[in-house]
Each structure stands twice: as structure tokens, then as C-alpha cells.
């Protein structure tokens, strides 16, 4: 193996661990929890060593670097989360690539995914992301809806041609009731998820959890944890 693989593995296996004792701790079989390595700013190589070291989800939050990277793992047995705030008009590029949007929260995102899936004939799975930390606005400082906008908008993601409502997504507010508080903000999610899931059964999807927190998103009762930093390294610069 090269070195980057090597380092790769390395990693993988110590986050691995992570998942297995925070599953075990929480009395949860490992197969709950899925990983999602978020591959943002690291090349396209490094997306195809990790599918060769068994990771089969990779995520992305920006369309300008992640559209050449899935171009060039096209041939790979991977699942592309799109988790970041997206833009209308890049929704024709993403629904290109992606599998799953994680970051849906405005109908006209709805409207848009929706149109372009149809047209390209491609089902998108969206998770509805929440903000915890939503002001007045009713919107989060990095995207995301109030928790009192889910169940308008997960009915219309319910109902778009092309779309199928996977479930909810939230990243840990950095201000607000929930600062520093992740495992109340992922159990606060959970309850979300509950009140989601009487009206769509089937959205039992639940992402949270990234490097620092994924043991709490586990004891919360994550499905999907997001995990960059602790898999691939300090991002240089933006990301
Ligand atoms: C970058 C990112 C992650 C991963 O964060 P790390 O701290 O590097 O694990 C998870 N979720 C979203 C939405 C991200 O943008």
C-alpha cells in the first residue's frame, strides 16, 4: 500500500473503533450506524482508496469540487451525500451525481431537486436539515430549517416526482440553547425524528455526528454518522 493508504486504513480503523465502543456503549448493534466519510477538499484519489478500504458512502458540500471528483469515481460502488448548502442553480449539476441532498430546507430547493430528478430521470433521497440554532428567521446561521418548518417541508419533499424523504439531518449548533451541548442537540433531533416518522414511516434516516461528536450522535440514536477530519486529516484552508 502506498503511504496515503496506509494512513487512510489507519484512520478508518481508529473511527471504526470509535463507532464500535459508542454502539456498544449505548447498547446498539454496530449495523445502526453507517459511516459516511465526507471527502470535501480532498481529491479525487483519496475517494478511490477509500472505496478500496471498504467505505461505500462518501459526502461533498460544495458542487464546484465535488462534480469532477464523482466524474472521476464514477466506476466506484459509492453512495454521494450532498451536505452542503446548495444553490438553486447548481441543483441540475448535484442531481447529476448525488444519491442523497442532506441539506434540504426551502421549498424552493424542493421544486428544484424535484424538477431536475424527473428530468433526468433519477430518484434523490433528501433529508430535511435542521437548525437548532434557528433565530426569528426561522433559519440556521449554516442552513437548515426550524424544527416547526419540518413536517410543511417533509410533506412536500413526501410528495415532489423524483424525491423520496429519507429522514433528518442536523449539524451541532456552535450558539444558542444547544452551544456545547451536542448530546442534547442530537437528542432533541431523535425526538424530531419520532414526530417525523408518525406521519412517513419510512424516514428513519437520522444524520449527526462529524469527527468531534459522533460519539454522542451514536448515544442519541444517529443512523448516519459524518465523519471528515478523523478519516482523511486537517483540511487546508475553507471546508
Ligand atoms: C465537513 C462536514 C462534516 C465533517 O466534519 P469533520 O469535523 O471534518 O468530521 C460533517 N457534516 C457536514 C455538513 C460538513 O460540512
Known amino acids: 500500500m502506498t503511504d496515503r493508504k496506509d494512513e487512510l486504513a489507519a484512520?478508518?480503523?481508529?473511527?471504526?473503533?470509535?463507532?464500535?465502543?459508542?454502539?456498544?456503549?449505548?447498547?446498539?448493534?454496530?449495523?445502526?450506524?453507517?459511516?459516511?466519510?465526507?471527502?470535501?477538499?480532498?481529491?479525487?484519489?483519496?475517494?478511490?482508496?477509500?472505496?478500496?478500504?471498504?467505505?461505500?458512502?462518501?459526502?461533498?458540500?460544495?458542487?464546484?469540487?465535488?462534480?469532477?471528483?464523482?466524474?472521476?469515481?464514477?466506476?466506484?460502488?459509492?453512495?454521494?451525500?450532498?451536505?452542503?448548502?446548495?444553490?438553486?442553480?447548481?441543483?441540475?449539476?448535484?442531481?447529476?451525481?448525488?444519491?442523497?441532498?442532506?441539506?434540504?430546507?426551502?421549498?424552493?430547493?424542493?421544486?428544484?431537486?424535484?424538477?431536475?430528478?424527473?428530468?433526468?430521470?433519477?430518484?434523490?433521497?433528501?433529508?430535511?436539515?435542521?437548525?437548532?440554532?434557528?433565530?426569528?428567521?426561522?433559519?440556521?446561521?449554516?442552513?437548515?430549517?426550524?424544527?416547526?418548518?419540518?413536517e410543511e417541508l417533509a410533506g412536500l419533499v413526501a410528495k415532489a416526482p423524483g424525491l423520496r424523504l429519507d429522514g433528518l439531518m442536523t449539524v451541532a449548533p456552535l450558539s444558542g440553547e444547544y452551544a456545547g451541548r451536542q448530546q442534547a442537540a442530537f437528542e432533541r433531533l431523535m425526538d424530531l425524528s419520532t414526530d417525523l416518522r408518525r406521519a412517513h414511516p419510512a424516514a428513519n434516516m437520522v444524520s449527526a455526528g462529524m469527527s468531534a461528536d459522533l460519539e454522542e450522535a451514536v448515544a442519541a440514536g444517529a443512523t448516519h454518522v459524518r465523519v471528515g477530519t478523523a478519516v482523511l486529516g486537517v483540511r487546508p484552508g475553507l471546508g
Not at 469515481?73 to 451536505?83: G, I, R, T
Not at 424527473?118 to 430535511?128: D, F, K, S, T, Y
Open 11 to 150: 484512520n478508518l480503523a481508529k473511527v471504526e473503533d470509535r463507532i464500535a465502543a459508542a454502539c456498544a456503549a449505548a447498547g446498539r448493534a454496530r449495523e445502526e450506524v453507517t459511516l459516511i466519510v465526507v471527502t470535501k477538499t480532498y481529491p479525487a484519489s483519496d475517494v478511490r482508496m477509500l472505496a478500496e478500504l471498504g467505505v461505500r458512502h462518501v459526502a461533498e458540500n460544495r458542487d464546484q469540487d465535488a462534480a469532477p471528483k464523482a466524474a472521476e469515481c464514477s466506476d466506484l460502488p459509492l453512495a454521494w451525500h450532498f451536505v452542503g448548502q446548495l444553490q438553486t442553480n447548481k441543483v441540475r449539476s448535484v442531481v447529476g451525481y448525488a444519491d442523497l441532498v442532506q441539506s434540504v430546507d426551502r421549498s424552493k430547493l424542493v421544486t428544484a431537486l424535484s424538477k431536475e430528478a424527473v428530468r433526468q430521470g433519477r430518484e434523490v433521497g433528501c433529508l430535511v436539515q435542521v437548525a437548532l440554532d434557528a433565530g426569528a428567521s426561522g433559519r440556521g446561521e449554516r442552513g437548515g430549517v426550524a424544527p416547526g418548518g419540518i
